[in-house]
């Protein structure tokens, strides 16, 4: 199989680190607010690659996150006037259900910052001790100027220089102007506590972990030093992931931390980034409501997983002319005598062949379903067969 990799720019040939063992980790959501079709196309696209490995062969051991505490919760929860645990529980349910509702599995570690706390104050603490980092007011920071290769991933994508990693980190809210920061482009490790703030106890005084060691902490934890594939959104490519490289690195002594960085394409509305903070959200329970969960499903699926898109009318029709006509070969497979027919080698052959090709589903759904239209004209019911075993690989309830 190939996949494209963000940290080397090209399609690579993927070899897990251990035999048959994959190790995957993707950064989770931040549960203050409802799940939008970004999300969704984010943890589907995942899960879709996971199931496709499970297919070849592979045993999957996958990590997520969830943030459960963070600035945007404690806004949230101030404005709605509920405790911010509370918030991050019942919004972390809602996301949980908008994904079982598309048939996104659950890793086989969900995990909240909260809980990774002791692990979090070990890694800063050695970073510290190995002059990676620096204590400032009661706040624990990184020390970019101390590393010389620090903003790999960022170099990968574009931001070739100091200043052009600054702008980025600007507009995404690294908080260049903190005055306690040696450096602008200096990240925090761990943030002190703010009047009327939750905290934990640490070394350093009270305080909650920031977001960038949260997510390293977690898989190092779960998934060793080394992980086979690291995925989340492309806006998280720099600082967010750029800063796990960082701190992973020089808190194991090991690189490279991850062997194939997989990052998803935005998800757009109106020709604007479909995210909280700019309201123009099309959500997935919304979407639930109209439309069946395979036909969303399908929405997804006919965008490749790295492709930025829009989300038009149009294309929710297709899908559900997709559901529709899949429908109909599932009803026809019933048919088919018994489970023990292998899908046509031909029919798989080519299946494989395009999801082997970086995952390309959006081929894999158009061979299926001209496949499924040649099924129901010759009423060749272990042809329908093959093909709703197939959509089952790609996530689809058939
Ligand atoms: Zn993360």
């Not at 903003?151 to 100091?162: H, P």
């Amino acid at each position: 199989m190939k996949l494209f990799n963000t940290l080397t720019q090209r399609v690579e040939t993927f070899v897990p680190l251990e035999g048959n063992n994959v190790r995957i980790y993707v950064c989770g959501v931040t549960p203050y607010d409802t799940t939008h079709l970004g999300h969704a196309f984010t943890y589907a696209s995942f899960d879709t690659l996971i199931r496709y490995l499970e297919f070849r062969g592979y045993s999957v051991r996958y990590v997520q996150n969830v943030t459960d505490i963070d600035d945007d919760i404690l806004r949230k929860a101030r404005e709605l006037g509920v405790p911010w645990d509370e918030l991050g529980r019942r919004e972390t349910e809602r996301f949980l259900r908008d994904m079982d509702a598309l048939n996104v599995r659950r890793p086989t570690f969900y995990v909240r910052a909260t809980d990774e706390i002791p692990h979090i104050i070990e890694i800063v603490q050695q970073l510290i001790e190995r002059g990676y980092a620096y204590v400032s007011d009661g706040c624990v920071y990184y020390d970019v100027r101390h590393d010389p290769d620090f903003g790999v991933l960022g170099r990968a994508i574009g931001l070739n220089d100091y200043n052009a990693m600054l702008a980025v980190a600007n507009e995404r809210g690294n908080y260049p102007d903190d005055r306690r920061k040696r450096d602008p482009l200096d990240f925090v490790l761990w943030q002190a506590q703010a009047p009327g703030e939750p905290a934990w106890p640490s070394p350093w005084g009270p305080g909650r972990p920031g977001w960038h060691i949260e997510c390293s902490a977690m898989a190092l934890h779960y998934l060793g030093e080394q992980l086979d594939i690291h995925g989340g959104g492309a806006d998280l490519a720099f600082p967010h992931h750029t800063c796990e490289i960082a701190q992973s690195e020089h808190y194991t002594g090991k690189a490279p931390f991850v062997r194939y960085w997989l990052h998803t394409g935005m998800v757009y509305q109106q020709g604007e980034k479909m995210s909280k903070s700019l309201g123009n959200l099309t959500l997935v329970s919304d979407l639930l409501k109209q439309y069946s969960a395979n036909a969303i499903r399908l929405l997804l699926l006919n965008h490749h997983y790295r492709q930025p898109w829009e989300c038009f009318p149009a294309d929710l029709q297709l899908a559900s002319r997709q559901a529709a006509l899949f429908e109909e070969v599932a009803a026809l497979a019933a048919g088919c005598p018994a489970e023990t027919t292998e899908s046509s080698s031909e029919l798989r052959a080519h299946f494989e062949s395009l999801l082997d090709d970086d995952l390309k589903t959006p081929e894999a759904v158009q061979l299926l379903q001209e496949t499924g239209q040649a099924a129901l004209a010759s009423h060749d019911v272990c042809l329908a067969s093959d093909v709703a075993r197939l959509l089952r690989v790609l996530g689809l309830r058939y």
